[in-house]
């Protein structure tokens, strides 16, 4: 868990610059596919700028993470 906390703040300018610029779509499911797609790009980016790898198996929370740069969905 102090590891993921970790990453996630390793992260956080990755994804914030790469999450703040997207154009993001009005369906739940495109939305979560950008999301993940673009976390994944954001994560390789960061893994070769830093050395950092990401602990989990996957990607953390991402519909609360796409909630962070847009509205959701009524």
Known sequence: MIAEVR???I????????????????????????????YRKCAVQCERDTGHANPRDGV???????H?????LN
């Open 11 to 38: 992260m956080q300018p990755y994804v914030d610059a790469a999450f703040s610029g997207l154009d993001w779509p009005e369906s739940l499911s495109g939305r979560l596919l950008l999301g993940v797609k673009t």
């Open 60 to 66: 953390p929370d991402i519909l609360k993470l796409i």
């Open 7 to 9: 990453y996630d703040e």
């Open 68 to 72: 962070q740069y847009v509205a959701p």
